[in-house]
């Protein structure tokens, strides 16, 4: 775990605060972050909404970040973004995006308390994060665009990968849930395990596509999946 994501967790000397749990933040959680940084903001406007798991925060937190170092402006894509945290945090982090658009075919009924707060934290975020409850492949798609999700399951990191690729836009996933039966693991399975040769050979297929290439990884304490692939258009 590293320095930004444990500061929570050593808050009034709580070091058994597990980034990784799946316990709702609440009210009661506001006192884990007292500070006046960013993630600590953040924090507090999730704890007021009251519906978010701790896990969902600071993974979402974790992959923005990271895609940001790399990944500047456009119009925010958040596939299966379900509250829409990570499009909220694109957006906090680069403000040079204009805005974002979470797509997911079954949107969380919490998304709607989450913008609300998020927006009375910060009001340049009124109007510019917009929902809707339809597949990735119903969104028309620009160069421009930035596709990121942090809950890719399956054969959708693929479905992402193509809709990126199609366009040549730059784009990031967390890829999860691994399904063998659907995703390709090419010849590496001798080597390496089913889930590790799926992420490799999606690795491959974003340079064989002419991208520049990051695979990084967010803290395991969040996430045992957490491979995060980012890939951008050499052109």
């Given at each position: ?182 995703c390709d693991a090419g010849p590496l399975g001798g080597w390496l395990d089913g889930p590790m040769a799926v992420d490799a050979m999606r690795a491959v297929r974003l340079a064989s596509h002419g991208y520049r290439v990051r695979t990084q990884t967010i803290p395991r304490a969040i996430t045992p999946k957490n491979r995060l692939l980012i890939g951008t258009p050499r052109l």
């Open positions: 775990m590293n320095t930004r994501t444990k500061h929570a967790a050593e808050a009034h000397g709580d070091v058994g605060f597990s980034p990784g749990a799946r316990n709702r933040l609440t009210r009661h959680d506001l006192a884990r972050f007292p500070g006046d940084t960013l993630l600590d903001r953040i924090g507090r406007a999730v704890c007021h909404v009251g519906r978010l798991p701790r896990k969902e925060l600071f993974e979402a937190w974790e992959v923005a970040r990271r895609v940001r170092r790399w990944c500047r402006g456009g119009r925010v894509i958040d596939v299966a973004g379900g509250h829409g945290l990570l499009a909220h945090l694109m957006l906090l982090l680069d403000d040079s995006s204009a805005d974002a658009i979470v797509v997911d075919p079954a949107p969380a009924l919490s998304g709607a308390a989450l913008h609300q707060a998020l927006v009375e934290e910060w009001p340049r975020l009124r109007d510019r994060v917009t929902v809707r409850a339809e597949d990735l492949q119903r969104v028309r798609l620009e160069p421009t665009d930035l596709l990121v999700s942090s809950h890719a399951c399956g054969a959708l990191t693929d479905r992402i990968l193509d809709a990126a690729i199609a366009v040549n836009a730059p784009v990031a996933a967390l890829p999860c849930c691994h399904d063998l039966t659907q």
